[in-house]
């Protein structure tokens, strides 16, 4: 137990005299306008950097990755239907799938997926 003690603290003092050696080294930088405003090669942006994006691009683009990684969920439920029960395996894919369905829906329902507005 004394071991344990004495390695956690030895491991603690470790962490602290990095983070302060790590804090005294570091330089600061001031945030003036020239640091904060974007560069170009060297030169003045002729337009703004902060260009807008279309919020209906966004949203489609997360409902994609959504669906991307429900499909992924669905693989192995394919290759537990070997060991599982016929009816709990058919009721569990047709549970998951109505949950998307009824996602769908919703998203729909909410004009999310329209692009002409």
């Not at 060297?42 to 489609?60: M, N």
């Amino acid at each position: 137990m004394m071991m344990l003690t004495m390695t956690v603290m030895s491991a603690s003092m470790i962490a602290m005299v990095m983070m302060i050696l790590c804090l005294t080294i570091s330089k600061t930088t001031k945030k003036d306008r020239e640091k904060m405003s974007p560069f170009e090669c060297g030169f003045d942006p002729k337009t703004s950097a902060r260009v807008p994006f279309s919020i209906q691009f966004f949203l489609i683009a997360v409902l994609f990755l959504i669906f991307d990684i429900e499909i992924a969920i669905m693989l192995p439920i394919i290759l537990t239907m070997k060991w599982s029960a016929t009816k709990t395996w058919i009721f569990t894919i047709t549970l998951f799938i109505m949950v998307l369905i009824m996602g769908l829906y919703h998203e729909w329902n909410n004009g999310v997926l329209e692009w002409a507005k």
